[in-house]
Each structure stands twice: as structure tokens, then as C-alpha cells.
């Protein structure tokens, strides 16, 4: 492992810190940076002013390509960047999901007339984006998806009919990509056709879900008759799974830069500092210090793995599958933690006043949205099928379903 800068990478790291000090304030010592609550209207505009300064700064989306406004960074500079604005208090970066993932299919699949009309705009915060992938019957089995796609014959049009789930930021999104079933007497991965949607159009009805801790990260998204124009179609019709599989490999790429948010190990270590435990510093507990150097031993093994893909990207490698490890550890670790911490500060543990500071509640909040941590972008037990398949060489899943044409392929009471 390479821990140090390049002369090139230091350069970089200074242009990115002075233009940083230029126009954001440093996180004080301590300071959280901030994050997306539930107050959305003025938080997305703070997000977007803040996305627009960078952009004219030539700091958004520092990795695509210039043609398109970016700088054409390799992925380490990608990387430095995200270190140094991560040290001041910027407002969070509502736009990742359209940058990270639906921006860089549409570069691959979409046409020419697709990337004028909507990079810019995605690019400069100012039409924000949702992937509507998952179906309250397709998740892990995303070609397992039933939102149909029919073709109207006098225009051309395609009509869409069907539901969504779990659609991050849907609420206050222009634009979504979403994949549907266009031939369902093709196999289930054949016959699914991708497309741009307006998130305003007549037949979209939004559903914000309420979540365990009050906020409403996600919504259900229903489609009843929604008219689509076919030159907002992303690749061939019946082929819209390549382009599906260019996002999701995007969404795990940005899922394995890390970034996961919330309460560290230090921030664990200052409350048993802090917190008293039979009239002494919690800290001096002999059992709380066993548990403690156990959440510092899989932080660290989870930093160096982080190290080691960094220095795969910074010598030009594709890193392997650790980033599914460090997912799968990470997100657990970061439940645990939180469920310690709410032990430690023992009957308050349980308390959360939506009065609290994002400081007061950080574990609360971190305990309650951990769970979800452990499903988005792959779940554990998806992740343990990688590891198992890609690194330990174990026989694949059997997936019977495969060839069969998917309106044959046996289903419960919904088809
Ligand atoms: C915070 C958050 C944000 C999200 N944002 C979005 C979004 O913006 N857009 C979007 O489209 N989706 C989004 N999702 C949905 C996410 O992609 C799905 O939750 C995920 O793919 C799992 O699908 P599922 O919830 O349907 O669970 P299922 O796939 O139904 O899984 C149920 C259980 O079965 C297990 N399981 C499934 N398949 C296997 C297998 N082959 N082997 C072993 N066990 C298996 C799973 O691990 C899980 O425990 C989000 C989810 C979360 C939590």
C-alpha cells in the first residue's frame, strides 16, 4: 500500500484546498457535516446553490468527461476531491444517484440528443434524478420487474403502467430512469426496455414512505397510464438490461468509495470518554473496553481494505470484490455500533425528541436507519453470494428461471 501523494496528486489536493477555502467554511472540530433531514425544500435549494458553485468552478462531477463539464479525473482524484470538501460544511450531495449512476448510462446508451438535453442540468444540480428500479416484487431479483411498457401504435408512444418502491428523493426529482417489462414473452432478462420518465407527467402519483425514524428518505411511485415519447427510450427496445447492469455496476462503484455517513468509532470512543458507568468513566469498564477494541480492530481492517483499493485506482487497477466485503462489514459494524452506544447511554438510549440537534440524536438516528444500510445497494445476503462466487470460486446460485419466457415463470397471486 501506497499512503502518500504523488507530486501530481499533492498539486491536485492544493488546487482542490484553495478553492475550497475560497468558498465553503472548514468543519470545526467535532462539527458533523451536515445532512439531509426532513426539512427538503430549503435543504435541496442550500444543495443545488452549493452544486451550482461548483460546477462554475469546475468542481461537479470532476470525473466525466470535459465534453460533457466535467475535468476527466481518474477515480484517485475523484477521491482526493471528496477528502478535502468532506472537511467543510457544504451541503449534502443530494445528486449522486443521478451523477454517479443515471448520468454515466446515459453517456454509454443514450443518444446524442439525450446527453445535450439533460447532462448540463444533472450536472449543474439543477434537474435532480431517481432510479425506478425496484418493485415491491423485485429487488435482489431486479429482472424479476413487472412495471409494463406497451407500445401505442398511432404514435409511437409507449404507455406505462405499474409501481415502483423505495424510490430515494422521488419527491422533489425532474427526471427518473426507469426500467420496464416491454415483451413479456421473452425471457425475463430480454424483455425489458429502459427509459427516461418525467416525474411531473399526468399518471405519476409520488407516495413518500414514512421510515422508523421519521423521515421520508423514499417513496412508492405509481404509474397508471403514463405516456412516454419513444426518443426517451435509453438503448434498444427489449434490451434495456445491458443499460440496467451499467447502473447498478455504477451504484456499486460509488457504494464502494465509502461515504456511508454517521457516527465513527471516534465518535464512540468520546461518549464512553464522556458517559459515567458505575461511578467511573465508562470507558475504564473492562467489558466496554473488550467491545471497544473490537469495533477499533474491524474500523481499521475496513480503513486498510478502503487503502487498498485506493491504491489499486491509483495505479491504474480495477480493485476486486473487497469493496462487497468492505459493504457487508462496514454496514454491519456500523448497526452494532449504534446499538452499543444506545446501551451505553443506558435508559436515554431509548429517547429521541425530534426537538434534538442532529449532534443530540447522531445514534438514535444512526441505529434507526442502519438497518437500511444493510439493504440498499445489495443486501448482506447478496453480498455473501458475491464474496462466495467472485472471490471463494463456489458453484453459482441455481437460476432456474432463466430461459423460460417470463410470463411463464411461476409466480404468487400478483401476475
Ligand atoms: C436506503 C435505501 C434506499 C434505496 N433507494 C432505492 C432507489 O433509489 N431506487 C430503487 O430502485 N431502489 C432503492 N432501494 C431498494 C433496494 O435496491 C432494495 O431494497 C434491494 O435491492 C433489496 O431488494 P428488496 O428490498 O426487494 O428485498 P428482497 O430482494 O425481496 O430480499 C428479501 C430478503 O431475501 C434475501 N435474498 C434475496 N435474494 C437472495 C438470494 N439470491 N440469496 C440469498 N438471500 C436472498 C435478501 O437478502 C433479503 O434478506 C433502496 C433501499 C434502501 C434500503
Redesign the pocket.
Known sequence: MDFNDTPEEAAFRNEARTWLDANARPLAAGERPLSLADDRAEQVAKAQEWQGRKADGRWACITWPTEFGGRDATPIQNVIWKQEESRYAVPPNIFT?GQGMLGPTLMVHGTDEQKQRYLEKMLRGEEIW?????EPS?????AGLRTRATRDGSSGDWILDGQ??????AQYCKWGMIVTRSDPDAAKHAGITYFVVDMQAPGVEIRPIRQINGAT??NEVFFSGVRVPDANRVGAVNDGWRGAITTLMNERASIGAGGAGGPTYEDLLRLAERLELNGAPAIEDSAVRERLADFYTRTKGLQYSGYRTLTAISRGQTPGPESSMSKLIGAAMRQQMAAFALELQAGCGALLDPAWSEDEAAWQTAYLGAP??R????????M??IIAERVLGLPP?QRVDKNLAFKDVPTGPQS
Open positions: 444517484i431517481c432510479q425506478l428500479f425496484s423485485a429487488g435482489s431479483d431486479l415502483k418502491i423505495w424510490t430515494s428523493g428518505n423514499f437500511g444500510g439493504l440498499a445497494g445489495g443486501t448482506d445476503e447478496v455473501r453470494n446460485e
